[in-house]
């Protein structure tokens, strides 16, 4: 038993990695922004994981938030990540094909993110 659970941690941990692609690997918020990510990259219908640059704004200060973003045409959604005076976008390219099941993905989405924050 203890043998499958192990097994599937380990799928986990590879498809995540898989998952992630683009220029910029670097992910804000250190561990719990890389679990926030590795989070949203586990559901079944997020297929790959592009994060952006790292862009400062305002005021200094703050805990890291995480929001998915709406759906664009073809149901691929976007994650702001934010850490203080820092943000950046990762775009979720998903399986699906339209912005309704898109906008359906980033209901499923925010709530795992308001879950684990």
Wanted: aromatic residues 0%; glycine residues 12%; hydrophobic residues 35%.
């Amino acid at each position: 038993m203890t043998e499958n659970n192990n097994n599937l941690q380990e799928h986990a941990q590879n498809s995540s990695k898989t998952k992630l692609g683009g220029v910029h690997t670097t992910i804000i918020g250190g561990r719990a922004g890389k679990k926030l990510v590795k989070l949203v990259s586990q559901h079944p219908e997020v297929k790959k994981v592009i994060p952006s640059v790292i862009s400062v704004k305002g005021i200094a200060g703050g805990n890291l938030t995480g929001k998915v973003l709406r759906a664009d045409a073809r149901g691929n959604v976007r994650l702001l990540l934010s850490e203080g005076r820092s943000f950046q976008e990762v775009r979720l390219i998903t399986t699906v094909g339209t912005a309704e099941e898109g906008d359906r993905i980033m209901n499923e989405l925010n709530e795992i993110l308001r879950a684990a924050l």
